[in-house]
Nanobody, 123 residues
Framework: QVQLVESGGGLVQPGGSLRLSCKAS????????IGWFRQAPGKEREGISC????????YYADSVKGRFTLSRDNAKNTVNLQMNSLKPEDTAGYYC????????????????WGQGTQVRVSS
């Protein structure tokens, strides 16, 4: 199994930026595909981005495309989600998840999850 720990959440004003990190430990060499999801109160979990073993294999949901950037530092077993131009509707719990094969934005495809970090966008 792989263990995932998210960090970097907080309160930010609309238009601001935050960088979330997902640090993996355990069988990191097997779980190469890392996805980011978010869930607002009363809403379903939404897949927003996924990255494979190389930066060329990166995918974004339309809701964040052009504002969020996903990158990975394999030496540190860390995946970073840079979030710019944040909007109040980006307020949610953000979770990273890992799987062994191929990227996906469906939460049902992931079996290993972090505990989440909260992001609140408000003035």
């Amino acid at each position: 199994q792989v263990q995932l720990v998210e960090s970097g959440g907080g309160l930010v004003q609309p238009g601001g930026s935050l960088r979330l990190s997902c640090k993996a430990s355990g069988f990191t060499g097997i779980y190469n595909y890392i996805g980011w999801f978010r869930q607002a109160p009363g809403k379903e979990r939404e897949g927003i981005s996924c990255i494979g073993s190389t930066a060329s294999s990166t995918y974004y949901a339309d809701s964040v495309k052009g504002r969020f950037t996903l990158s990975r530092d394999n030496a540190k077993n860390t995946v970073n989600l840079q979030m710019n131009s944040l909007k109040p509707e980006d307020t949610a719990g953000y979770y990273c998840a890992a799987r062994r094969r191929s990227c996906s934005l469906s939460s049902a495809d992931f079996g290993s999850w972090g505990q989440g970090t909260q992001v609140r966008v408000s003035s």
